[in-house]
């Protein structure tokens, strides 16, 4: 399997910051935050996932090589700020531009995984740490329920998925910009389905002891 390129890793990371900058300033909309307070979310969101990703593969964290993505990223911040209440539903639009940014990011951080010659477990982790962390630094921040962990809809799933589609890929010796576009479908479907058809998988559920039986 053909390694990804360097342009087509720079190309991933700029679109998954753009669209998970644009899902950081929705929920700062919906915290009734400043501008200031917009475009922090709005980086925090969109750098989160590729920054730790980068961290753990000991390589150079790629908005320190590149500064133009923080500026990308609060382009996007401000035009929200200026736009967001035209929104008839900016929850809703915060899950469906999630969605995007999750079919984006996941690949940004399989590429990043394969360029750096990573076996393929390192490739499935990577996947989710970069699509998964920075919606749940956000979350957290701004005291929503991450989305992540929100009761039986598929999230670290889909980004599971995705990163296994682009491992298969690379099994079946298919070009690496094939396999992350693999990689981006499964992710999109699979949220795509739990938004629109209630794909769930099914969640623990404890049943209460039986009466006279010891706690536990």
Known sequence: MALPTEALLQALDYASV???????????????????GFIFIACLTAVGGGTLRDIILDREVFWVADPVVL??????AVLVFLTAHLLESRYRALLWIDAFALAVAVPAGVAAALADGQGWPIVLVMGMITGCMGGLMRDVVCNEVPLVLKQGELYVTCAFAGALAAVLAGVA???SRLGLI????????????SLSLGWRLPVYRSTPPKPGAPKR
């Open 71 to 76: 500026a990308v990223a609060s382009a996007a």
């Open 18 to 36: 753009a669209v998970f900058a644009v899902t950081g300033a929705l929920v700062a909309s919906r915290s009734q935050l400043d501008i200031v």
């Open 182 to 193: 693999l990689c981006a479908a499964a992710v999109l479907i699979l949220r795509a389905g």
């Open 173 to 175: 010796d298919l070009d």
